[in-house]
């Protein structure tokens, strides 16, 4: 039943977002706009099938310490793939995903891809990886490769967004570093406040340093 429950979030994640694109490129929007498309039809349908498989999420609760931890341990890796970047990126002739979205446009939609990149994808995204497909891999194997086997599986929706071998590297231990904090706290909310602080550091180092603000 898991496997089953897991298979139709997954398609209905990657039609949302295959909606949301066709459905830019039929209005003749630009890619940016269409990417916002799909992120918001993909979070909205992923939470409506999760209520409807009546999943139980640990999402609200009293903001303790444990929270400003797990938000602190994900600026840090943050910082840490800003500094392997700094040394295994800047070469790269290809701009990373969130440069490119956040490079032209508006601020207003500047701010919405910035929603959706810290809030929406991150809760999304953590839903289907964590609660649903991780689920799976620990009731078969280990921690140690139900862990692993989560990393590499969340490098499948990142792929076609970047070919660089760096990012595909930091992609793959943020997935393991979010499956580990499921797995230690049993709380979903943990792995997306983690997910959450990675990709806003991401992004105001991004904004500020390329000064896209403007």
Same mark, same amino acid.
């Given at each position: 039943?898991?496997? #089953?429950?897991?298979?139709?979030?997954?398609?209905?994640?990657?039609?949302?977002?295959?909606?949301?694109?066709?459905?830019?490129?039929?209005?003749?929007?630009?890619? /940016?706009?269409?990417?916002?498309?799909?992120? @918001? +039809?993909?979070?909205?349908?992923?939470?409506?099938?999760?209520?409807?498989?009546? /999943?139980?999420?640990?999402?609200?609760? $009293?903001?303790?310490?444990? *929270?400003?931890?797990?938000?602190?341990?994900? @600026?840090?890796?943050?910082?840490?793939?800003?500094?392997?970047?700094? %040394?295994?990126?800047?070469?790269? *002739?290809?701009?990373?995903?969130?440069?490119?979205?956040?490079?032209?446009?508006?601020?207003?939609?500047?701010?919405?891809?910035?929603?959706?990149?810290? %809030?929406?994808?991150?809760?999304?995204?953590?839903?289907?990886?964590?609660? %649903? +497909?991780?689920?799976?891999?620990?009731? #078969?194997?280990?921690?140690?490769?139900?862990?692993?086997?989560?990393?590499?599986?969340?490098?499948?929706?990142?792929?076609?967004?970047?070919?660089?071998?760096?990012? @595909? @590297?930091?992609?793959?231990?943020?997935?393991?570093?979010?499956?580990?904090?499921?797995? $230690?706290?049993? $709380?979903?909310?943990?792995?997306? /406040?983690?997910?959450?602080?990675?990709?806003?550091?991401?992004?105001?180092?991004?904004?500020?340093?390329?000064?896209?603000?403007?």
């Amino acid at each position: 039943m898991e496997i #089953k429950k897991t298979a139709l979030i997954f398609l209905v994640f990657f039609l949302m977002q295959a909606i949301g694109l066709a459905a830019g490129n039929s209005f003749g929007v630009r890619e /940016e706009i269409a990417y916002l498309w799909g992120a @918001i +039809l993909s979070t909205t349908a992923v939470m409506g099938t999760s209520i409807l498989f009546k /999943e139980k999420f640990s999402l609200c609760g $009293r903001f303790t310490r444990c *929270d400003l931890q797990i938000i602190a341990l994900g @600026i840090a890796l943050s910082v840490v793939a800003m500094t392997y970047e700094q %040394f295994f990126g800047a070469s790269s *002739d290809e701009p990373s995903p969130i440069s490119f979205y956040l490079s032209s446009g508006s601020f207003f939609l500047k701010m919405t891809w910035l929603l959706c990149t810290i %809030f929406l994808g991150p809760l999304t995204e953590e839903i289907i990886f964590r609660h %649903f +497909l991780l689920k799976i891999f620990f009731n #078969k194997f280990n921690p140690g490769i139900a862990i692993v086997l989560n990393g590499i599986a969340f490098i499948a929706p990142h792929i076609l967004q970047t070919s660089r071998i760096y990012a @595909i @590297i930091c992609i793959f231990v943020l997935g393991i570093s979010c499956a580990i904090i499921k797995i $230690r706290s049993d $709380r979903i909310r943990y792995s997306i /406040e983690f997910h959450s602080a990675y990709n806003f550091t991401i992004c105001c180092w991004v904004l500020f340093s390329h000064n896209y603000l403007q």
